[in-house]
């Protein structure tokens, strides 16, 4: 490799330095991605991930609410990610108390799901939403603002009544109320609001008094500047749920943060196309004038009404004149495979199915089932985020508080280090071929290769409230003197002959 007069000079003062200077210049070479061009602008992050959050995480933010509030893809997106990350039902919560000797203790696992059927009605403290209901909504905030904070209430609260046996609810609060410009080096450190230690654990929030978008607070704000108030909550009492990308990241990033442009081009493209295809609809026409010499000059040029209706004839042209159309080339054929190129790679952004968001099902048994199958070990793997950063630690706040205020009693028998262990249960990939899901999940049940709690949870049932329900049919059957899996008729008329 060449060297220039700076790397002569060193090599005569250090030689060392000259060769790692020549060593690191040879390990650069091999890696072309390393190297600007005119072709290649090699754009670089170099900042910590809180450095960029706290570049962009707020105008993202705001971008995002934006497009669900004014782009049907953008909310096709957001319905796709909430209906198979929590669901119709929610992320249902299976308890697994255990006993002392392993064994799963049934009759306090029935009390613990009769208390949570109670709190499930009235769980946050608007009464405005159930169980399911806040999950959505809070998924729904989770994934496009990136972030959400929730607040736990326990027992008695001033103003609060929590309508359930458990003395629990939860607040839900959008991360407006955590200014991203609340920064401080000295202690505490506070990074975008969020209070954090040496090791960089989130220690307390602090978080506005009122929405600073409420117009409450506009008008408080604007009649008095610095009006809006902080309080400080621990971090014991608030939960954090956040979209991260990066180590010790304080705030979290909207799941649009990669499509936002390409969401944006798409909806400026299909609203040129459709005003072009407006345009085409409204059949315009013009006069193509002749040569001058063709005009007679006795002509006075009056004004003529020339209005188009079906099956018309222009029968007043003039010499050197006629009438020509504007032709738009509209609707453009190659829209809709633009389009749905567009779409693809908003699907591969944002983690969701291109056929659900672009509602086209075209393809093959096997196709299907393979984009099914790809598409939901991401749904999966967001609801296990989803599920660790909210459902668990309120089910465990939850039954803390059944416990101390006296609504579960707890057998001795019990460990206590398992009780609040649980399955939590989301949204199974529905079966595209009933028969032949049926079959096989039959075929593996039988051969001992999985059970019967364990395929009824994969089609997002609790095994407890099924056996019930079993139960409780079954027995039905037996009074009306019929057998399960006859005909009802024929079994009638037996026992009546």
Same mark, same amino acid.
């Given at each position: 490799?060449?060297?220039?007069?700076?790397?002569?000079?060193?090599?005569?003062?250090?030689?060392?330095?000259?060769?790692?200077?020549?060593?690191?210049?040879?390990?650069?070479?091999?890696?072309?991605?390393?190297?600007?061009?005119?072709?290649?602008?090699?754009?670089?992050?170099?900042?910590?991930?809180?450095?960029?959050?706290?570049?962009?995480?707020?105008?993202?933010?705001?971008?995002?609410?934006?497009?669900?509030?004014?782009?049907?893809?953008?909310?096709?997106?957001?319905?796709?990610?909430?209906?198979?990350?929590?669901?119709?039902?929610?992320?249902?919560?299976?308890?697994?108390?255990?006993?002392?000797?392993?064994?799963?203790?049934?009759?306090?696992?029935?009390?613990?799901?009769?208390?949570?059927?109670?709190?499930?009605?009235?769980?946050?403290?608007?009464?405005?939403?159930?169980?399911?209901?806040?999950?959505?909504?809070?998924?729904?905030?989770?994934?496009?603002?990136?972030?959400?904070?929730?607040?736990?209430?326990?027992?008695?609260?001033?103003?609060?009544?929590?309508?359930?046996?458990?003395?629990?609810?939860?607040?839900?609060?959008?991360?407006?109320?955590?200014?991203?410009?609340?920064?401080?080096? #000295?202690? $505490?450190?506070?990074?975008?609001?969020?209070? =954090? *230690?040496?090791?960089? /654990?989130? @220690? %307390?929030?602090?978080?506005?008094?009122?929405?600073?978008?409420?117009?409450?607070?506009?008008?408080?704000?604007?009649?008095?500047?610095?009006?809006?108030?902080?309080?400080?909550?621990?971090?014991?009492?608030?939960?954090?749920?956040?979209?991260?990308?990066?180590?010790?990241?304080?705030?979290?990033?909207?799941?649009?943060?990669?499509?936002?442009?390409?969401?944006?081009?798409?909806?400026?493209?299909?609203?040129?196309?459709?005003?072009?295809?407006?345009?085409?609809?409204?059949?315009?026409?013009?006069?193509?004038?002749?040569?001058?010499?063709?005009?007679?000059?006795?002509?006075?040029?009056?004004?003529?009404?020339?209005?188009?209706?079906?099956?018309?004839?222009?029968?007043?042209?003039?010499?050197?004149?006629?009438?020509?159309?504007?032709?738009? #080339?509209? $609707?453009?054929?190659?829209?809709?495979?633009? =389009? *749905?190129?567009?779409? /693809?790679? @908003? %699907?591969?952004?944002?983690?969701?199915?291109?056929?659900?968001?672009?509602?086209?099902?075209?393809?093959?048994?096997?196709?299907?089932?393979?984009?099914?199958?790809?598409?939901?070990?991401?749904?999966?793997?967001?609801?296990?985020?989803?599920?660790?950063?909210?459902?668990?630690?309120?089910?465990?706040?939850?039954?803390?508080?059944?416990?101390?205020?006296?609504?579960?009693?707890?057998?001795?028998?019990?460990?206590?280090?398992?009780?609040?262990?649980?399955?939590?249960?989301?949204?199974?990939?529905?079966?595209?071929?009933?028969?032949?899901?049926?079959?096989?999940?039959?075929?593996?049940?039988?051969?001992?290769?999985?059970?019967?709690?364990?395929?009824?949870?994969?089609?997002?049932?609790?095994?407890?409230?099924?056996?019930?329900?079993?139960?409780?049919?079954?027995?039905?059957?037996?009074?009306?003197?019929?057998?399960?899996?006859?005909?009802?008729?024929?079994?009638?008329?037996?026992?009546?002959?």
């Amino acid at each position: 490799m060449a060297s220039n007069w700076l790397d002569t000079a060193i090599a005569a003062v250090s030689p060392g330095w000259a060769l790692k200077r020549a060593h690191a210049r040879r390990v650069l070479s091999y890696y072309e991605a390393a190297k600007p061009s005119t072709t290649r602008k090699a754009r670089r992050e170099t900042g910590s991930g809180d450095t960029a959050v706290l570049r962009a995480g707020k105008s993202l933010r705001e971008q995002a609410r934006h497009l669900e509030q004014n782009h049907d893809l953008a909310r096709g997106v957001l319905n796709v990610l909430v209906a198979n990350i929590v669901g119709a039902n929610g992320i249902t919560i299976e308890p697994q108390p255990r006993n002392k000797d392993g064994s799963i203790n049934v009759n306090l696992a029935a009390d613990i799901r009769q208390l949570l059927r109670d709190w499930s009605k009235r769980p946050e403290v608007t009464w405005s939403h159930d169980w399911p209901s806040a999950q959505r909504i809070a998924c729904r905030t989770w994934v496009r603002d990136g972030e959400f904070l929730t607040q736990l209430l326990t027992g008695s609260v001033a103003g609060l009544n929590h309508g359930t046996k458990i003395p629990f609810s939860v607040e839900l609060i959008e991360s407006d109320l955590l200014p991203f410009e609340l920064m401080s080096s #000295s202690e $505490p450190t506070i990074t975008a609001g969020v209070e =954090r *230690n040496a090791w960089g /654990r989130p @220690v %307390a929030y602090h978080l506005y008094k009122l929405h600073p978008g409420d117009w409450q607070s506009v008008n408080s704000f604007r009649l008095m500047p610095g009006s809006l108030d902080l309080k400080r909550v621990s971090a014991d009492n608030m939960l954090h749920p956040k979209i991260v990308d990066r180590f010790r990241q304080a705030r979290g990033v909207s799941v649009f943060a990669s499509v936002l442009s390409r969401l944006d081009d798409i909806k400026d493209y299909e609203e040129s196309e459709r005003v072009a295809a407006k345009v085409a609809a409204s059949m315009a026409a013009y006069i193509k004038k002749g040569r001058p010499e063709e005009y007679d000059p006795e002509d006075d040029g009056e004004p003529r009404d020339l209005r188009f209706r079906p099956g018309m004839i222009f029968d007043d042209l003039k010499i050197g004149e006629e009438i020509g159309t504007i032709d738009t #080339s509209r $609707p453009n054929p190659q829209l809709e495979p633009h =389009r *749905n190129g567009q779409l /693809r790679a @908003v %699907a591969s952004g944002t983690g969701t199915a291109y056929s659900s968001v672009s509602k086209n099902y075209d393809g093959s048994f096997s196709s299907q089932r393979q984009e099914l199958v790809e598409s939901f070990g991401i749904y999966a793997m967001l609801g296990a985020e989803f599920a660790s950063q909210f459902n668990r630690p309120i089910y465990e706040r939850l039954l803390l508080a059944a416990r101390l205020s006296g609504a579960l009693k707890i057998p001795h028998s019990v460990d206590l280090e398992t009780l609040d262990d649980a399955l939590y249960i989301g949204p199974q990939i529905p079966w595209i071929d009933p028969a032949k899901e049926a079959a096989a999940w039959e075929r593996l049940e039988r051969n001992g290769h999985a059970s019967g709690p364990e395929i009824i949870r994969r089609r997002g049932q609790n095994p407890a409230d099924v056996m019930e329900q079993e139960k409780a049919w079954r027995s039905q059957w037996k009074d009306e003197g019929l057998q399960i899996g006859t005909d009802p008729a024929n079994d009638k008329a037996k026992a009546k002959t």
